[in-house]
């Protein structure tokens, strides 16, 4: 069983700063991509950003050259330093586990991030 636990995220002014970060636990598998996807209410979960375990990373549009994706793989941890923030980042981030030898996805509990401006 994998768990994952979020930390981070709260409330933060427009063009501020956040920092979430998640910690994996279990069993898991080495070949692994771990990030982050945000739900806004109405709205389906989308990809934020994801690096996998070899350091090849994805980011959605919105966020490239404001939101960078770190990983300790020794540690299983991600952390994502989120600057210039927007209002239109408002919403829940979730963080996430993708498993490549089985396509097994494991989600933390998700952290509210609040941009107001």
């Known amino acids: 069983q994998v768990q994952l636990v979020e930390s981070g995220g709260g409330l933060a002014q427009a063009g501020g700063s956040l920092n979430l970060s998640c910690a994996a636990s279990?069993?898991?598998?080495?070949?692994?991509?771990m990030g982050w996807y945000r739900q806004v209410p109405g709205k389906q979960r989308e990809l934020v950003a994801t690096m996998s375990n070899n350091g090849v990373t994805s980011y959605a549009d919105s966020v490239k050259d404001r939101f960078t994706i770190t990983r300790d793989n020794a540690r299983n941890k991600a952390n994502l330093q989120m600057n210039s923030l927007k209002p239109e980042d408002t919403g829940v981030y979730y963080c996430n586990l993708l498993t490549y030898s089985d396509y097994l996805t494991y989600w933390g509990q998700g952290t509210q991030v609040t941009v107001s401006s």
């Open positions: 279990g069993s898991i598998q080495s070949f692994n991509s």
